[in-house]
Nanobody, 124 residues
């Protein structure tokens, strides 16, 4: 099973971008999906998670009120809307699928399928 994050790119401070996460041979509607990011020279960290019912759980206080996730089960996709972007949001963003319906703790071990990331660069 492979997830694929896409939609990254260069965006200015204060701008917005929407990332997509898609999967083949896997029904994303059956799993809580987490978003993680890894900034240059830093460890990967949890950003937020969306449950199968669509509820969001913030893993990082720094994104509260600015980022939110949504899902389209018909399209078998999950999205991460990122608003009011800051330079410190620059990172490679990854999506991952858990084996739970509700969002688990943000530990990477709670997620079983990962995708290749997409780079978001916020320029000032």
């Amino acid at each position: 099973v492979q997830l694929q994050a896409s939609g990254g790119g260069l965006v200015q401070v204060g701008g917005s971008v929407r990332l997509s996460c898609a999967a083949s041979e896997f029904r994303m509607g059956h799993s809580a999906i987490g978003w993680f990011r890894q900034a240059p020279g830093q460890e990967r960290e949890g950003v937020l998670c969306i449950s199968t019912s669509g509820g969001n759980t913030d893993y990082s206080a720094s994104v509260k009120g600015r980022f939110y996730a949504s899902r389209d089960n018909t399209a078998n996709a999950v999205y991460l809307q990122m608003n009011n972007l800051k330079p410190e949001d620059t990172a490679v963003y990854y999506c991952a699928a858990s084996e739970y319906s509700d969002c688990p703790p943000s530990y990477e071990s709670q997620y079983i399928y990962w995708g290749q990331g997409t780079l978001v660069t916020v320029s000032s």
